[in-house]
């Protein structure tokens, strides 16, 4: 006969926790029904469902959250300007302040458990006027937050985490959009101490108001506030229609000479708790990123004539958000083939073409092609 290990009861209920001398373990409720049994080689059996949020699946609705990913710079700093910059993949920056310097770049400084984070560097400080925009952000497609059920009286609540490391101490802003930019709410964060890594964790109410996009185009945006123009000020903690990143006081780093900005462990998921960050396998992340963009070298040899000319199907690692610009970076090892061009472009395909071969005969093309279908 089982022996009862130990009970705990709570407002009339109770778990028991039961054992034999084989070794098996039973969880049962006050009523006897088993729920949970353990045998010796550690196999739990439930007899119902099991509620465990965020446990299983792609709960970090967020991409390259551990900034490993960096196919256009390999690790090699970017001038921030008035272009939208990509120093890692899935985040892109921008630096509106003219007089400002900001750079940014994959690196290794990071917390406990990380091997990569993002860095900004402020070479030269500058005051951003009223409309400036100073940040970064990460625009997350609609398919991967359809479920948060954003403009219905289903809105859900997300948690947003991360690690930060500044030169700079105060209070920081980030805010939330939808794809149409008339939805926004703004959170503020604490940095307490420089140069020290610290783990923020911003909960915000699921939006029941707006339009919110669930398909391939940008279903939900975060935007981390390096020094908005006080065009941009507003209140934290609602949702509003006014064009808001920031509170009025909050950290404007681009205007700081020397100062240094550091993120990684970036984790938005369902609920209001912030659990353990989602790392996933490099391939797998390599994968989610080539989604949006990936470099691609191609190499085909082929017969042509005068008047047909030579083309070949260039087929993306992985297929694309939505049909994407396809850029030839550079050419090498050509052989009467003088003037390459893209033609038809698909979610999967590219096609390279040349209307009219130097001669008959042989013809051969490299190529490297930048391939993008990002937010």
């Given at each position: 006969m089982p022996s009862i290990i130990s009970t705990k009861t709570s407002g009339g209920g109770g778990i028991a926790v039961t054992g034999d001398t084989s070794g098996i373990m039973q969880l049962a409720s006050s009523d006897g029904t088993t729920a949970v049994?353990?045998?010796?080689?550690?196999?739990?059996?439930?007899?119902?469902?099991?509620?465990?949020?965020?446990?299983?699946?792609?709960?970090?609705?967020?991409?390259?959250?551990?900034?490993?990913?960096?196919?256009?710079?390999?690790?090699?700093?970017?001038?921030?300007?008035?272009?939208?910059?990509?120093?890692?993949?899935?985040?892109?920056?921008?630096?509106?302040?003219?007089?400002?310097?900001?750079?940014?770049?994959?690196?290794?400084?990071?917390?406990?458990?990380?091997?990569?984070?993002?860095?900004?560097?402020?070479?030269?400080?500058?005051?951003?006027?009223?409309?400036?925009?100073?940040?970064?952000?990460?625009?997350?497609?609609?398919?991967?937050?359809?479920?948060?059920?954003?403009?219905?009286?289903?809105?859900?609540?997300?948690?947003?985490?991360?690690?930060?490391?500044?030169?700079?101490?105060?209070?920081?802003?980030?805010?939330?959009?939808?794809?149409?930019?008339?939805?926004?709410?703004?959170?503020?964060?604490?940095?307490?101490?420089?140069?020290?890594?610290?783990?923020?964790?911003?909960?915000?109410?699921?939006?029941?108001?707006?339009?919110?996009?669930?398909?391939?185009?940008?279903?939900?945006?975060?935007?981390?506030?390096?020094?908005?123009?006080?065009?941009?000020?507003?209140?934290a903690g609602s949702w509003g229609a006014s064009a808001i990143r920031r509170i009025s006081g909050s950290v404007q780093l681009a205007a700081t000479t020397g100062a240094t900005f550091y993120i990684t462990g970036v984790q938005l998921e369902k609920g209001s708790t912030a659990t353990s960050f989602d790392y996933r396998p490099y391939g797998q992340e390599l994968a989610l990123c080539q989604r949006y963009y990936e470099a691609f070298y191609a190499i085909n040899s082929a017969y042509g004539n005068g008047s047909n000319g030579c083309d070949y199907t260039v087929y993306y690692k992985v297929s694309k958000r939505a049909s994407p610009t396809?850029?030839?970076?550079?050419?090498?090892?050509?052989?009467?083939?003088p003037s390459p061009i893209i033609g038809t472009v698909s979610t999967e395909t590219a096609e390279i073409s040349q209307s009219s071969v130097s001669s008959t005969g042989f013809a051969r093309l490299g190529v490297n092609l930048t391939i993008s279908a990002e937010l």
């Open positions: 049994t353990i045998d010796t080689n550690q196999n739990a059996t439930f007899a119902n469902t099991i509620n465990t949020p965020n446990t299983f699946g792609f709960k970090n609705r967020i991409i390259n959250g551990a900034m490993m990913i960096d196919q256009r710079n390999a690790g090699a700093s970017v001038t921030l300007s008035t272009t939208t910059q990509f120093p890692v993949d899935r985040f892109p920056a921008y630096k509106g302040t003219s007089g400002a310097t900001v750079t940014a770049q994959r690196s290794t400084v990071v917390p406990s458990g990380f091997i990569n984070s993002l860095l900004f560097t402020v070479s030269t400080g500058a005051s951003p006027a009223s409309g400036d925009i100073n940040g970064f952000w990460q625009a997350i497609e609609g398919f991967n937050v359809s479920d948060l059920g954003y403009g219905t009286a289903n809105a859900q609540t997300v948690t947003l985490s991360f690690w930060v490391r500044s030169s700079v101490t105060g209070t920081y802003s980030v805010s939330f959009n939808n794809a149409s930019v008339d939805r926004f709410y703004v959170a503020n964060y604490v940095i307490n101490s420089a140069n020290t890594w610290e783990q923020k964790t911003v909960t915000i109410t699921g939006d029941t108001s707006g339009t919110w996009n669930t398909g391939n185009g940008t279903g939900l945006q975060i935007v981390w506030d390096l020094g908005y123009g006080s065009s941009f000020n507003g209140t396809v850029t030839i970076a550079s050419t090498s090892g050509i052989v009467n083939w």
